[in-house]
C-alpha cells in the first residue's frame, strides 16, 4: 500500500489494539485526516538544505551533535576548509 501523503510504501504497525498502516517516512498514519494539499515532501527538508539556512555556530551544533564529535574539532575543518 503507498502513503498518500508522500507515495512511500506503508508498513503494517502491529502494535496497537488494530493493526494500522503507516509510513516511516512522512509519519502518516491509517486513519488520520491530513490536508489535501499539504504534502509532506513540500516540508521534508534534506540535511544540505537545513544547513545552508543556519550560521556557522548552528552549523558546528548540528554537525557536532549528529555525528557525536567535539565541536572544536567540527570548527577546526570549518576554519580550514574555507582557506
Given at each position: 500500500?503507498?502513503?498518500p501523503r508522500c507515495g512511500s510504501e506503508m508498513y503494517v504497525d502491529s502494535h496497537r489494539k488494530y493493526d494500522l498502516h503507516m509510513c516511516y517516512d512522512c509519519g502518516y498514519i491509517e486513519g488520520r485526516s491530513y490536508d489535501e494539499g499539504?504534502?509532506?515532501m513540500d516540508h521534508k527538508l534534506t540535511n544540505?538544505?537545513?544547513m545552508r539556512s543556519m550560521n556557522q555556530n548552528e552549523v558546528?551544533?548540528?554537525i557536532a551533535?549528529?555525528?557525536n564529535i567535539d565541536p572544536r574539532?567540527?570548527?577546526t575543518w570549518?576554519?580550514?576548509s574555507h582557506s
Open positions: 500500500m503507498k502513503c499539504d504534502s509532506a544540505f538544505e537545513r558546528i551544533a548540528f551533535g549528529g555525528m574539532l567540527v570548527s570549518l576554519a580550514e
